[in-house]
């Protein structure tokens, strides 16, 4: 019994005008990319933002490569689609009031000066830990909330980033303290004393 196409296989025959192909590689990948996705969009917004990273990833497949594996290459399209989903939230969106309680405050505070991973690790595994995070990257411009994400929150490398997101290493250098330095600064705006070192 012969085995399944391989993503090559399947891209070929889709190139080749056999756009029924196409749903082989989106049962293939379709959990994948909703996991990246929901790292990423409030839940209610996953389907949507994977949806739209399948549309691109057709109307693009013609400029798709082999030499790094087509989960890499739908990787990164997720990824800027849910910089996109950003973008646009943020266009639409009214300013943001805040109103963080003295614990979340406090968490936030040692977040942001903690040292340790793992130590940070376990707090955002926390219910409202998980709820202020998002609160916080809510201030953030949309390019820089992904940087942040990714590096920090997904430690993935400063030059994967910037290939996923399709800017220079230095501009997500400069990106990522920029962002902290956003947050330790919208902390203080709403009642943090000390705690949060500047870098």
């Known amino acids: 019994m012969p ?11 889709i190139i080749s005008g056999d756009t029924n192909a196409f749903k082989f590689l989106l049962e293939r990948y379709e959990i994948r990319v909703a ?4 790292a990423h969009v409030p839940p209610e917004h ?11 990833a057709f109307k693009s497949l013609h400029g798709y490569s082999p030499v790094k594996p087509f989960l890499n290459w739908l990787t ?6 849910c910089h996109d989903f950003w973008r646009d939230h943020y266009r639409r969106k009214e300013s943001l009031t805040c109103d963080l309680s003295l614990d979340g405050q406090r968490f936030m505070e040692t977040a942001l000066a903690e040292e340790s991973k793992d130590k940070f690790d376990s707090l955002v595994r926390q ?3 998980q709820e202020l995070l998002a609160l916080l990257l809510d201030q953030l411009a949309p390019m820089d909330r992904m940087v942040l994400t990714l590096t920090y929150l997904e430690e993935r490398s400063t030059k994967e980033t910037a290939a996923m997101l399709d800017i220079s290493v230095p501009n997500v250098k400069v990106r990522s303290f ?6 330790k ?10 705690g949060a070192h500047d870098s």
């Open 35 to 38: 996991r990246i996705v929901a």
């Open 127 to 129: 219910r409202e830990a």
């Open 46 to 56: 996953v389907a949507e933002v994977s949806h739209e990273t399948f549309i691109r």
């Open 185 to 194: 600064s919208f902390l203080k705006r709403n009642g943090i004393q000390g």
């Open 178 to 183: 920029r962002a902290k330095r956003k947050l």
């Open 76 to 81: 990164t399209i997720a990824t800027r689609s």
């Open 3 to 13: 085995g399944k196409p391989d993503d090559m296989a399947l891209i070929t025959e």
